[in-house]
């Protein structure tokens, strides 16, 4: 072993900035066919180093001497190699190319096409680790206040690597036969079902899985612990055994996800006319401080973040919908993602655009009590056309090589943009043509790799079988015009007078004015009524505007003078919409008088196209705002969520100027007066989900209007949480709102009420909603403790991270404390954070909440003392000047509009 440690050393000085490789990429001389995977553990003692053994049966694809593939963190141990008769091949040595993470094995001899070889690694590694990635720890204290220790993995999206040696890309598919040993009074899971146990000697067990399906390295998943387990079977389709697994202080909060996880897998495989692959289907809840992601798609054991996953007696209906909508997501990742791989993570957007549009979909059918679907609009479409009128936005299909790019793709644009595309081929095709489509993309594709023609053409097949197409159309044209360039069109809706014809055009929408005119063009359904309309429910498109063609003219027929056009109705397609001023006058006017002639998708629509465009330069502010104007005597969730959104940003923006942003906050004052009343202050016995999050909203806008009422209610909360000291538990958004404010203007001792609490509370939601209370503290040295505080004694940097995402938003001094705090810790950020990547998303988050030249420079004082990379230091100093522009053109244009509506 001492010669292998030597030889790994020398590998490492030999390599570092070698040129041999001018790819991140591997090679791929040979590929691995199948692994035999060995890890032995003893997490039950205490001990987090453990040892394994990786066998890869790799085919050659093309002469070599050299196999390459990826580690990281493991210390090799030794490497052995036999081919197919089972004779040794010699091996010269082994090297290290850090950079790029790549193990290479030199042999003597030269490895012939089409051999098999067998590639035998042994090696070394832990689980000690704080970046939350590989296979690492997780903690918890028992009743009695025994500290215990699980594994657990999270391998998304390149971090199999860091846990053993292996050929660590999504486009490679091998079989996985998975071997445990663990202490015996703990219990082993991966992504297949047990095929057997036997006891060892020393207290410990050998759990031996069954063969995986063919999948890539980044979703083997394995979990060793004393979790608890509670089971149930699903059996519409085929029958799988169902489990959800908690640490087994929180047993009693997994009935309502082993509910969902039945009815969602069955659903599913309903849904799509096709078997899942595994036999059961585990699930697992980490708590919110030991888990980086929400939840994660592991193929037959899925991982969750406790908060999306744990349901008591006090949850509220909003609360369920979230277990519900994040159990969909990774259900149908189950197909879009596992059964079907990206052949690269260029095709990102084929699992997450899939798993993100039908967490909707899927859960709205098997839990309709909570309303899932309509949320989609607002939730995840408004979101993603703000994050595509940015002019450094990239394109869903964006090739990328190095793991910080990779990693970075996990964006809007990969889950919020591309589910609104396929939605809208959703509608625009049909749904029962769509679904045809899909189905068969699943079964011609199954177990292999895909690319983003092989969903085009099992889309074409469907179309053009259910004639859903106009002649010459191809789902290529169509959905590469999407998937292929960046950005969002705005179509411009303008009636001919005295004419039933209406020109319809296209061109890409910009936050801000750019200096250049922009010549894109989409492949565009024009889903249109009219309010004679009878069925706002159709689902069919109209009629497309192609690629190509800026612009074109239709006759619609309108059958009074006071009639208006509705085109993207319930917004089903994925771009905005402008009028001409008399047809905004006609919406207005609609508004006003009869709201309810009018579906709230589509208000909501209204009301997030007409700001976004005003702040554009596209719309006068006037009529953005009397399109908003109609929520003063309305309390309708959808159109108020979307106007939500747009209120939070519009207050960002106007933050620098204080006149103007406390003349917004007098017309919000007006704006949420009716709200407020319907609502009140707490919550209602019997109440539905939307019920509880338009209350959410009515109380953060009431109290952010800066209403005496709301400081003098939320200031009898904290008094509460004085009572409860240590004891103090939160257990909505409604009651963290009241808490939220009440710390905006709180004293030290109320302060340090909720650092003690925080420090004592182990419920996952429960820290969430006091670490996000916290996240409003108005004293800039008050702030900066709570940070010093969740750095010194949190058990993991997670908490720290999101405490920060939280506050930049939530405190009025937030973002000023934030770059404070991270430039004085500049020397130990990587400590604090748990890897460079975890900071980079920070800074990218801050970026966002600027809008100012003083806390711009400092960002990018900070990006240059954290030598972030340079194209999100590049993406970061665009997206500043265009929020700055933004702010310049916009703030005196908002003031003027609001002081002649509060005439």
């Given at each position: 072993?001492?010669?292998?440690?030597?030889?790994?050393?020398?590998?490492?000085?030999?390599?570092?900035?070698?040129?041999?490789?001018?790819?991140?990429?591997?090679?791929?001389?040979?590929?691995?066919?199948?692994?035999?995977?060995?890890?032995?553990?003893?997490?039950?003692?205490?001990?987090?180093?453990?040892?394994?053994?990786?066998?890869?049966?790799?085919?050659?694809?093309?002469?070599?001497?050299?196999?390459?593939?990826?580690?990281?963190?493991?210390?090799?141990?030794?490497?052995?190699?036999?081919?197919?008769?089972?004779?040794?091949?010699?091996?010269?040595?082994?090297?290290?190319?850090?950079?790029?993470?790549?193990?290479?094995?030199?042999?003597?001899?030269?490895?012939?096409?089409?051999?098999?070889?067998?590639?035998k690694i042994d090696f070394v590694n832990s689980i000690d680790r704080d970046d939350r990635s590989g296979f690492y720890r997780t903690s918890y204290n028992d009743n009695d206040g025994n500290l215990k220790y699980a594994g657990i993995t999270q391998f998304q999206a390149c971090d199999a690597r860091?846990?053993?040696?292996?050929?660590?890309?999504?486009?490679?598919?091998?079989?996985?036969?998975?071997?445990?040993?663990?202490?015996?009074?703990?219990?082993?899971?991966?992504?297949?079902?047990?095929?057997?146990?036997?006891?060892?000697?020393?207290?410990?067990?050998?759990?031996?899985?069954?063969?995986?399906?063919?999948?890539?390295?980044?979703?083997?998943?394995?979990?060793?612990?004393?979790?608890?387990?509670?089971r149930e079977f699903a059996n519409d389709f085929k029958k799988i055994t169902i489990q959800s697994m908690a640490r087994p202080t929180h047993a009693d909060q997994l009935d309502y996800s082993l509910d969902a996880s039945v009815k969602l897998i069955n659903e599913?495989?309903?849904?799509?006319?096709?078997?899942?692959?595994?036999?059961?289907?585990?699930?697992?809840?980490?708590?919110?401080?030991?888990?980086?992601?929400?939840?994660?798609?592991?193929?037959?054991?899925?991982?969750?973040?406790?908060?999306?996953?744990?349901?008591?007696?006090?949850?509220?209906?909003?609360?369920?919908?979230?277990?519900?909508?994040?159990?969909?997501?990774?259900?149908?990742?189950?197909?879009?993602?596992?059964?079907?791989?990206?052949?690269?993570?260029s095709y990102l957007w084929l699992n997450e655009g899939f798993a993100t549009l039908y967490e909707y979909y899927l859960s709205d059918r098997t839990h309709p009590e909570l309303e899932i679907k309509n949320r989609f609009s607002d939730s995840v479409l408004q979101a993603a056309l703000l994050t595509d009128g940015s002019a450094t936005v990239r394109p869903m299909t964006h090739y990328v090589e190095t793991v910080p790019e990779?990693?970075?793709?996990?964006?809007?644009?990969?889950?919020?943009?591309?589910?609104?595309?396929?939605?809208?081929?959703?509608?625009?095709?049909?749904?029962?043509?769509?679904?045809?489509?899909?189905?068969?993309?699943?079964?011609?594709?199954?177990?292999?790799?895909?690319?983003?023609?092989?969903?085009?053409?099992?889309?074409?097949?469907?179309?053009?079988?259910?004639?859903?197409?106009?002649?010459?159309?191809?789902?290529?044209?169509?959905?590469?015009s999407w998937a292929n360039q960046p950005g969002v069109p705005i179509i411009t809706v303008m009636r001919i007078p005295e004419s039933e014809d209406v020109i319809f055009q296209q061109k890409r929408y910009f936050l801000t004015e750019q200096p250049t005119e922009n010549n894109q063009t989409w492949w565009i359904p024009i889903f249109l009524l009219t309010n004679d309309s009878s069925n706002v429910n159709d689902q069919t498109s109209l009629f497309w505007l192609p690629q190509g063609s800026k612009e074109i003219v239709r006759s619609i027929p309108i059958r009074n003078d006071t009639g208006v056009i509705i085109v993207n109705p319930a917004q089903r397609g994925y771009y905005r919409v402008n009028y001409d001023s008399a047809m905004w006058k006609a919406f207005e006017l609609l508004l006003?008088?009869?709201?309810?002639?009018?579906?709230?998708?589509?208000?909501?629509?209204?009301?997030?196209?007409?700001?976004?465009?005003?702040?554009?330069?596209?719309?006068?502010?006037?009529?953005?705002?009397?399109?908003?104007?109609?929520?003063?005597?309305?309390?309708?969730?959808?159109?108020?969520?979307?106007?939500?959104?747009?209120?939070?940003?519009?207050?960002?923006?106007?933050?620098?100027?204080?006149?103007?942003?406390?003349?917004?906050?007098?017309?919000?004052?007006?704006?949420?007066?009716?709200?407020?009343?319907?609502?009140?202050?707490?919550?209602?016995?019997?109440?539905?989900?939307?019920?509880?999050?338009?209350?959410?909203?009515?109380?953060?806008?009431?109290?952010?209007?800066?209403?005496?009422?709301?400081?003098?209610?939320?200031?009898?909360?904290?008094?509460i949480a004085q009572q409860r000291a240590h004891l103090l538990a939160i257990q909505s958004q409604v009651e963290q709102q009241w808490y939220c404010n009440g710390l905006r203007n709180a004293r030290q001792v109320e302060v340090q009420i909720f650092k003690e609490a925080l420090q004592v509370q182990t419920d996952s939601l429960s820290r969430l909603y006091l670490s996000n209370s916290l996240a409003c503290v108005g004293n800039r040295e008050q702030l900066n403790q709570v940070m010093e505080f969740l750095a010194e004694n949190t058990a993991n940097n997670a908490e720290l991270s999101k405490f920060i995402s939280t506050t930049v938003i939530q405190s009025e001094v937030g973002l000023e404390t934030v770059l404070a705090f991270l430039y004085k810790n500049v020397n130990r950020i990587d400590d604090l954070f748990g890897s460079k990547r975890k900071v980079e998303k920070i800074?990218?988050?801050?970026?966002?909440?600027?809008?100012?030249?003083?806390?711009?420079?400092?960002?990018?004082?900070?990006?240059?003392?954290?030598?972030?990379?340079?194209?999100?230091?590049?993406?970061?100093?665009?997206?500043?000047?265009?929020?700055?522009?933004?702010?310049?053109?916009?703030?005196?244009?908002?003031?003027?509009?609001?002081?002649?509506?509060?005439?």
């Amino acid at each position: 072993m001492g010669f292998q440690v030597v030889l790994f050393i020398a590998a490492i000085v030999s390599l570092t900035g070698c040129q041999c490789f001018d790819s991140f990429r591997l090679p791929n001389h040979t590929i691995p066919v199948h692994y035999d995977l060995f890890i032995n553990t003893d997490i039950h003692e205490g001990l987090l180093d453990y040892n394994g053994t990786v066998e890869i049966h790799l085919k050659v694809l093309e002469n070599t001497q050299q196999i390459v593939l990826h580690s990281s963190r493991s210390t090799i141990v030794n490497i052995t190699m036999k081919n197919s008769d089972y004779v040794p091949v010699r091996i010269v040595n082994f090297e290290f190319e850090n950079e790029r993470e790549f193990l290479i094995v030199n042999t003597a001899s030269v490895l012939t096409t089409g051999s098999l070889i067998w590639l035998k690694i042994d090696f070394v590694n832990s689980i000690d680790r704080d970046d939350r990635s590989g296979f690492y720890r997780t903690s918890y204290n028992d009743n009695d206040g025994n500290l215990k220790y699980a594994g657990i993995t999270q391998f998304q999206a390149c971090d199999a690597r860091s846990s053993f040696p292996c050929f660590d890309e999504p486009g490679i598919k091998a079989t996985f036969d998975v071997r445990i040993a663990c202490g015996a009074e703990y219990h082993a899971r991966s992504n297949a079902d047990i095929a057997s146990i036997s006891i060892q000697s020393g207290g410990k067990k050998l759990v031996t899985f069954q063969r995986t399906p063919a999948m890539q390295t980044y979703l083997l998943a394995f979990l060793v612990s004393d979790f608890a387990v509670k089971r149930e079977f699903a059996n519409d389709f085929k029958k799988i055994t169902i489990q959800s697994m908690a640490r087994p202080t929180h047993a009693d909060q997994l009935d309502y996800s082993l509910d969902a996880s039945v009815k969602l897998i069955n659903e599913l495989q309903t849904y799509f006319d096709h078997p899942f692959e595994i036999n059961k289907l585990d699930s697992v809840g980490i708590q919110n401080v030991d888990f980086s992601a929400g939840a994660m798609e592991n193929w037959g054991l899925v991982t969750y973040l406790e908060s999306y996953f744990l349901v008591n007696d006090e949850s509220t209906e909003s609360r369920k919908r979230d277990v519900a909508t994040v159990i969909a997501h990774e259900f149908a990742h189950q197909f879009f993602g596992n059964l079907l791989a990206p052949k690269w993570w260029s095709y990102l957007w084929l699992n997450e655009g899939f798993a993100t549009l039908y967490e909707y979909y899927l859960s709205d059918r098997t839990h309709p009590e909570l309303e899932i679907k309509n949320r989609f609009s607002d939730s995840v479409l408004q979101a993603a056309l703000l994050t595509d009128g940015s002019a450094t936005v990239r394109p869903m299909t964006h090739y990328v090589e190095t793991v910080p790019e990779i990693e970075r793709l996990f964006d809007r644009v990969a889950y919020d943009k591309s589910a609104s595309v396929l939605r809208m081929l959703h509608y625009s095709l049909g749904e029962p043509t769509y679904l045809k489509g899909l189905k068969y993309y699943i079964k011609e594709h199954q177990n292999s790799v895909v690319e983003p023609r092989n969903l085009f053409d099992s889309l074409q097949r469907a179309a053009l079988e259910d004639s859903q197409l106009p002649p010459n159309f191809t789902m290529t044209e169509i959905l590469g015009s999407w998937a292929n360039q960046p950005g969002v069109p705005i179509i411009t809706v303008m009636r001919i007078p005295e004419s039933e014809d209406v020109i319809f055009q296209q061109k890409r929408y910009f936050l801000t004015e750019q200096p250049t005119e922009n010549n894109q063009t989409w492949w565009i359904p024009i889903f249109l009524l009219t309010n004679d309309s009878s069925n706002v429910n159709d689902q069919t498109s109209l009629f497309w505007l192609p690629q190509g063609s800026k612009e074109i003219v239709r006759s619609i027929p309108i059958r009074n003078d006071t009639g208006v056009i509705i085109v993207n109705p319930a917004q089903r397609g994925y771009y905005r919409v402008n009028y001409d001023s008399a047809m905004w006058k006609a919406f207005e006017l609609l508004l006003h008088s009869k709201p309810e002639s009018i579906d709230q998708l589509t208000r909501g629509q209204l009301i997030d196209d007409s700001m976004n465009l005003a702040h554009a330069g596209e719309l006068n502010h006037e009529t953005s705002f009397r399109i908003l104007d109609h929520l003063r005597n309305n309390s309708d969730f959808l159109p108020w969520q979307a106007a939500y959104r747009n209120i939070l940003r519009l207050e960002k923006m106007l933050s620098p100027d204080q006149t103007a942003l406390n003349l917004f906050r007098q017309y919000l004052s007006v704006l949420t007066k009716t709200l407020i009343e319907t609502y009140g202050k707490e919550e209602r016995m019997g109440e539905k989900a939307n019920d509880h999050d338009v209350r959410v909203i009515a109380v953060d806008l009431y109290c952010r209007s800066g209403q005496s009422k709301c400081k003098d209610y939320a200031q009898k909360k904290m008094n509460i949480a004085q009572q409860r000291a240590h004891l103090l538990a939160i257990q909505s958004q409604v009651e963290q709102q009241w808490y939220c404010n009440g710390l905006r203007n709180a004293r030290q001792v109320e302060v340090q009420i909720f650092k003690e609490a925080l420090q004592v509370q182990t419920d996952s939601l429960s820290r969430l909603y006091l670490s996000n209370s916290l996240a409003c503290v108005g004293n800039r040295e008050q702030l900066n403790q709570v940070m010093e505080f969740l750095a010194e004694n949190t058990a993991n940097n997670a908490e720290l991270s999101k405490f920060i995402s939280t506050t930049v938003i939530q405190s009025e001094v937030g973002l000023e404390t934030v770059l404070a705090f991270l430039y004085k810790n500049v020397n130990r950020i990587d400590d604090l954070f748990g890897s460079k990547r975890k900071v980079e998303k920070i800074i990218d988050l801050i970026a966002n909440e600027i809008v100012d030249s003083t806390n711009a420079e400092q960002l990018l004082k900070l990006t240059k003392a954290l030598s972030i990379s340079s194209d999100l230091e590049k993406s970061i100093t665009v997206r500043l000047d265009e929020q700055i522009r933004w702010q310049k053109r916009n703030v005196g244009l908002v003031y003027m509009t609001l002081k002649k509506i509060l005439l």
